[in-house]
Nanobody
């Protein structure tokens, strides 16, 4: 089985920064894409950013220029550096990974970490 463990959430003032981490462990042959999604109060879950194993990244328009996704493939870990945070960034942030197990890709999700942006 595979586990995704997230960390780094918390309370921050508008304009502040946070760094989220997500580490995958378990039976992993390789990891294709890793990414971050978020679900704000009363909203649907939405994509924030993704990164492929080759380093290609994709961002939601609402976070471009403020958030940076990166990966440490040796550690099966993905990071999300969030700068210039706004109250509308408040949400539960989830890590997702597409993991190769015995030649088949499976999607796994983390448990979520709360990010609250408030003064």
């Amino acid at each position: 089985q595979v586990q995704l463990v997230e960390s780094g959430g918390g309370l921050v003032q508008p304009g502040g920064s946070l760094r989220l981490s997500c580490a995958a462990s378990g039976t992993i042959f390789s990891i294709n894409s890793m990414g971050w999604y978020r679900q704000g109060p009363g909203k649907q879950r939405e994509l924030v950013a993704t990164a492929t194993s080759g380093g290609r990244t994709n961002y939601a328009d609402s976070v471009k220029g403020r958030f940076t996704i990166s990966r440490d493939n040796a550690k099966n870990t993905v990071y999300l550096q969030m700068n210039s945070l706004k109250p509308e960034d408040t949400a539960v942030y989830y890590c997702k990974a597409a993991i190769n197990q015995w030649g088949t890709l499976y999607d796994y999700w983390g448990q979520g970490t709360q990010v609250t942006v408030s003064s």
